[in-house]
């Protein structure tokens, strides 16, 4: 059964005797025909309750995802109404509905009232300063506005996981419930870490296997040269990049250094089968998250999905279920470098001037693979396992990390001089690596540095990090 939409083709019956017949249908007989149409015919409710709602939330809230909660409230009110009250069912509807929204927000653990009013505050800085400066204000502005500044860190160094805000997404609550099942560090990973990435183009499948070959192996570098998170709940941690530390222990599944990237006959096909075979989280349906965590998409394909039996992915699905896996080097529509910590102002434009240097320049990316291209799988392994604790100085063949790090930044540097991208006072983009290169001569991460400051000046205390760090 299906209520018409007002004005509808050859339909004159009055709108309101059809939902009435439904209501009568419905809680006469219980009819699911008639259950789903009162649904259809009172969502605009939701919409509208969930806007409301957003209204009062940071723009980081996806407005989809309170719709989607709301919509249990919906269903919760149509069933529990009671025609012979004499109410209307809309003033019924909307208490019931915003109340699902706010129950599932608190049921997540989300932000407490003081970070939700630092949030307004936020909102309220960005709107005072359009004002005044007629145009979208830069973050930098609004940080000067507030009185605060940003901490570029691979790791929260000083609050445990107990204090740290979920935010309210339904896929986070599905992973949220299943990480631990599959590795001891995943909800580290999702509330504390924070990373830099560069997406990276291809040309062809032959260019994608060769950047794909050359970033999974000098990710180690990276992680090496930007290693910057060794402090938790203001002490050492035992690792210079922990954040990189988190994800050999998440969920063995979807993470690692996937070997059979260097096998003969790598391309797309080959990945795609890797893809297939990686757990998924969630199938995405009307608006809301069905939990599907664990479950294989090949059962999907086959329409024997546990969480959706008889139904078939849609593109939209695959497409989800690309961005579950998380290897050093992710392949979607480009490539994903994953490796770094977060860091300084001055780090985030080297990232990208490091990989696209080495990988952009035909000669540059031939030059970085005869540096890899005889690394066997286990030493691969050996320095996804030792690079997070001691960066550049793991021992690699008859050295350390440290010098290959200087080959790689050399052919960088040669790679961006032949890109020839120019600024503005006509100079390219190779000295975005020079603070790397002092990093790499000198030996020292930032990592180290700061802890040479904690155990010196800071005299075992963390919070000068937020001083001597901000930008």
């Known amino acids: 059964m299906r209520v018409p939409r007002k004005g509808a083709q050859g339909m004159k019956t009055d709108p309101r005797t ?25 969502s605009p409710l939701v919409k509208y309750v969930a806007g409301r709602v957003s209204s009062s939330l940071p723009q980081t809230v996806d407005t989809a995802d309170l719709i989607s909660y709301g919509i249990f409230g919906l269903i919760d009110a149509i069933e529990k109404f009671d025609l012979e009250r004499g109410i209307k069912f809309e003033t019924y509807a909307i208490a019931r509905i915003k109340g699902a929204i706010i129950d599932e927000l608190r049921s997540m653990d989300w932000v407490p009232r003081s970070v939700r009013s630092k949030a307004r505050e936020v909102e309220h800085a960005y709107i005072a300063l359009e004002t005044r400066l007629k145009r979208v204000p830069e973050d930098a502005e609004v940080a000067e506005e507030m009185g605060i500044a940003f901490l570029g860190l691979g790791y929260n160094p000083k609050w445990p996981l107990s204090e740290m805000p979920w935010m309210p997404k339904q896929r986070y609550a599905i992973m949220r419930r299943y990480m631990p099942t599959r590795g001891s560090l995943g909800l580290d990973m999702m509330q504390s870490t924070c990373t830099v990435q560069v997406n990276l183009d291809f040309d062809s499948e032959a260019t994608m296997v060769q950047m794909f070959r050359i970033g999974l192996a000098l990710q180690p570098v990276a992680t090496a040269l930007w290693a910057n998170s060794p402090f938790k709940e203001g002490k050492p941690n035992g690792f210079l990049s922990y954040r990189s530390h988190i994800w050999t222990d998440t969920d063995p599944d979807r993470c690692g250094t996937l070997p059979f990237v260097f096998e003969d006959g790598f391309g797309f096909e080959r990945y795609v089968d890797y893809l297939l075979d990686v757990p998924m989280y969630f199938v995405y349906r009307d608006g809301a998250y069905i939990d599907a965590a664990g479950q294989s998409f090949r059962d999907f394909l086959a329409g024997k999905l546990p969480a959706l039996p008889g139904e078939y992915p849609r593109l939209a699905d695959w497409q989800d279920h690309t961005t579950v896996a998380f290897p050093e080097v992710r392949l979607k529509r480009y490539l994903e470098m994953r490796g770094a910590d977060g860091g300084p102002w001055n780090r985030l434009c080297a990232l990208p001037a490091f990989w696209v ?12 693979w005869d540096l890899v291209k005889d690394w066997t799988a286990e030493e691969h392994e050996r320095l996804r396992r030792e690079v997070p604790r001691l960066a550049l100085n793991a021992p690699f063949r008859d050295g350390r990390l440290g010098d290959v790090a200087l080959d790689a930044l050399d052919i960088a540097r040669d790679g961006l001089k032949r890109r020839a991208e120019l600024d503005g006072a006509a100079m390219n983009e190779a000295p975005f690596l020079n603070p790397l290169f002092k990093i790499a001569e000198s030996g020292i991460t930032p990592a180290e540095e700061q802890l040479a ?11 000068p990090i937020f001083e001597e760090y901000a930008y």
Do not use: C
């Open 357 to 368: 240097g080495l990988l952009y320049d035909s000669a540059s990316r031939q030059a970085a």
């Open 453 to 463: 400051a904690y155990h010196g000046r800071w005299q075992g205390n963390i919070d």
């Open 18 to 42: 059809d939902v009435s017949a439904l209501w009568a249908t419905f809680k006469e007989d219980g009819d699911p025909q008639a259950r789903e149409s009162l649904i259809l015919n009172y």
